[in-house]
């Protein structure tokens, strides 16, 4: 049985691991990007240890960017 309620989502550990890597791969701090997408640090982080995820419109943003300078 376990502890945690249904109810609560379940991290995406690939998901964050390739925010991570992408991020990682332009050489954006986590304060570089959530400026660059208009974000918060915090959310980034939230994104990056799988406990939140972006709005379609930020995600699309750091898509293109990512292919932009081909990371």
Do not use: C, N
């Not at 945690?4 to 379940?10: G, I, M």
């Not at 986590?30 to 982080?45: E, H, I, M, N």
Request: glycine share 8%; charged share 15%; net charge positive.
């Amino acid at each position: 049985m376990s502890l945690r309620p249904s109810s609560y989502p379940q991290p995406d550990y690939a998901f964050d691991q390739t925010i991570l890597m992408l991020r990682t791969a332009l050489g954006l701090t986590q304060a570089s990007l959530a400026q660059t997408l208009g974000v918060s640090r915090r959310a980034v982080g939230g994104w990056e240890a799988g406990t939140s995820y972006p709005k379609g419109e930020h995600l699309k943003q750091f898509i293109a960017l990512a292919v932009q300078q081909q990371a």
